[in-house]
């Protein structure tokens, strides 16, 4: 009985692990657009990136404040799809 056990726990954790990792890999990529997007937005829109907003060019305004802000709404939206996944697999399992 106890292996059992064990082997539906196991179970629960690798469905939850597969959905966390789904997750991971779309703000992942999200992440990696906007990193590889910025150089080839100066290499193919300088002007466009060399306008001022605010005093700075749109290359800083991107990469030396709005960067950061970013980075904590994709991680913020991560952990609080991720405890939504595992909260959602626990009431299916309730049931």
Known sequence: MRNDAQEEQAALATRIMRKQAALS???AAVFVVIL????LANLYAPDFMGSKVGGFTLTWLFLGIAFYPITWILS???VKNSNKIEEEI???EKQ
């Open 90 to 92: 626990a009431k299916e």
């Open 36 to 39: 590889v997007g910025t150089p």
């Open 76 to 78: 913020s939206y991560f």
């Open 25 to 27: 890999l779309r703000v």
